[in-house]
């Protein structure tokens, strides 16, 4: 080797190894298929830079090189040959004497950078191990105790004493009729304030006495009662915003000139009033909150519609399935957790945590995800957002902002929002909002029972210091896992198993007295 050659290699290696010594441009060096490899990055781009830069640099440089791929050296020259602004030949960087660690990185999987990556092929192990280990307990199950599925689990000839459930769920559309009745006329102003807010009192007081009290005189399966009672709620969560929307919208029209109305207001049409054409979308529409009209996306994907359909069809039968194979007999083998000693009644509360978390699971998939999106698409409704990401939720609190948000928006709309404006402290407005909330848990599964226990508003009530706990303990930690582990310990052991158990055995002793 000459003394220039030696020179300009000796430069080379001093260029390579030492990020404080500027380095100046070399001279272009010819590559295998006879091109110059340059530096053609910008003065900008300092990604490339020894010290920062992108992983994929040290991928590129630990690449195989092909002495004939063109595009491959001048790509290795690209990350590689530029060190400080100079020029360093493609030839130079995949050879021996090139540095492999030339920055500063944290592993993988270290608390600095694991929320920094993305983690979807360990997500696809997980649903393959999930798929794997439960897949062999039902085989096994089912070699144990046979298939356990009634073949009237869904519908069976005590459905058809049911009648008068059916009856009162097609009666429920007066409701929303008389309501409409009531705004057209306080529109016009043929009645008097005081008057449209006690008609509309009754109207939403009978709409939700009116099933409680036919579930109770009557002897229906808990399925039907249950499915009228969500309904009904739905009903009166419904024209309670469509009267306290129209209120406002006639507050706003007296309080300010309509041209100020539609400068701020632009969505608002103070002149339209309401129409039965507005209405009748809402009460089929997936929202809870009334207004005068909604996005619209253009047209319906009748294919998707199809996909989402049988999705829902498989989910709602893997949830029957789960609560007949498993849960039905796991209920029906215990004893009351009140009145057994401690380890047993943690031990079938454990034993009852998984099926009863797929079936809520289930039920979240194909009521929030896909059977609101079905009814979106067919109704051309535009806002989608019918949760948002609850199982990152770090506390309690933010569980109840994001799991449920058609509910959450009409309790900040119509109980949050107004208790702050009467002067109501912060605290407070929470606790009325949990206590709406309780109720209505507690309509839900105690009418149909036909049990007054209270556990369902206990549950719901209990909330509160959960919110208390989780959201000093997440100031306190500064670490996201440590609020969202106690959500899902929660969420997953002590919540819905125990219902399950207080209410199972509660109606299995009424109807043992009946």
């Not at 063109?70 to 602004?85: D, F, L, Q, T």
């Not at 009978?206 to 002897?219: E, F, G, H, Q």
């Not at 039907?224 to 009904?232: E, K, V, Y």
């Not at 041209?259 to 039965?276: A, D």
């Amino acid at each position: 080797m000459s003394g220039r050659s030696t020179t300009r290699f000796s430069t080379l290696l001093r260029r390579r190894h030492s990020s404080a010594i500027e380095a100046e441009p070399d001279a272009p060096v010819k590559t295998s298929s006879g091109e110059s490899s340059v530096d053609s990055s910008s003065d900008g781009d300092v990604s490339h830079r020894v010290g920062g830069g992108d992983e994929r640099e040290d991928e590129e440089e630990m690449g195989p090189m092909d002495s004939q791929g063109k595009e491959h050296a001048e790509g290795v020259g690209r990350s590689e040959g530029h060190e400080n602004g100079g020029g360093v030949p493609a030839t130079f960087s995949y050879r021996a004497s090139a540095p492999a660690h030339r920055r500063i990185k944290e592993s993988a999987l270290s608390s600095d950078s694991i929320f920094k990556q993305s983690h979807a092929g360990l997500l696809n192990l997980c649903i393959v191990v999930l798929i794997a280990v439960n897949g062999r307990l039902i085989i096994e199950n089912l070699m144990k105790y046979g298939l356990l599925i009634r073949a009237g689990f869904w519908f069976s000839s005590k459905s058809l004493r049911d009648w008068p459930l059916v009856m009162c769920c097609l009666t429920l559309a007066l409701f929303p009729l008389g309501a409409f009745l009531v705004e057209k006329l306080a529109w016009r102003k043929f009645i008097s304030g005081p008057l449209v807010i006690t008609l509309h009192l009754m109207i939403t007081t009978s709409a939700i006495v009116y099933p409680v009290y036919v579930i109770l005189r009557c002897d229906s399966a808990v399925l039907s009662g249950f499915l009228l009672m969500f309904i009904t709620s739905i009903v009166w969560l419904k024209l309670v915003s469509y009267a306290h929307t129209n209120y406002d919208i006639r507050m706003l029209s007296r309080s300010v000139d309509k041209e100020g109305v539609s400068s701020n207001f632009s969505s608002l049409n103070v002149e339209e009033g309401v129409s039965l054409k507005q209405i009748v979308y809402f009460m089929v529409a997936p929202t809870l909150c009334y207004q005068q009209s909604y996005p619209r996306t253009m047209s319906i994907r009748k294919s998707w519609v199809m996909r989402q359909l049988i999705k829902w069809v498989i989910c709602t039968g893997l949830m029957g399935f789960i609560i007949e194979q498993y849960i039905n007999p796991l209920v029906k083998n215990s004893q009351h957790p009140l009145k057994v000693n401690f380890l047993s009644a943690i031990e079938r509360v454990l034993k009852l945590s998984i099926p009863s978390l797929y079936v809520w699971l289930c039920m979240f998939y194909g009521f929030f995800h896909l059977w609101l999106n079905i009814l979106a698409e067919l109704l051309r409704f535009g806002d989608r957002e019918f949760y948002k990401d609850w199982w990152n939720a770090k506390t309690v609190e933010e569980y109840w902002r994001m799991w449920n948000m058609p509910v959450h928006k009409w309790m900040i709309r119509h109980v949050y929002f107004p208790c702050l404006r009467n002067g109501m402290p912060k605290g407070v407005a929470i606790l009325i909002s949990f206590f709406v909330s309780a109720i209505f848990h507690e309509l839900c599964v105690a009418v149909p029972c036909h049990i007054f226990k209270l556990w369902a508003f206990l549950g719901i009530l209990l909330q509160i210091p959960l919110v208390i706990l989780t959201n000093y303990l997440q100031n306190k930690f500064r670490n996201t896992m440590v609020g969202n582990m106690i959500f899902w310990f929660f969420f997953c052991i002590l919540g819905q198993p125990m219902c399950i158990l207080l209410y199972y055995h509660d109606v299995m002793n009424r109807k043992m007295k009946d």
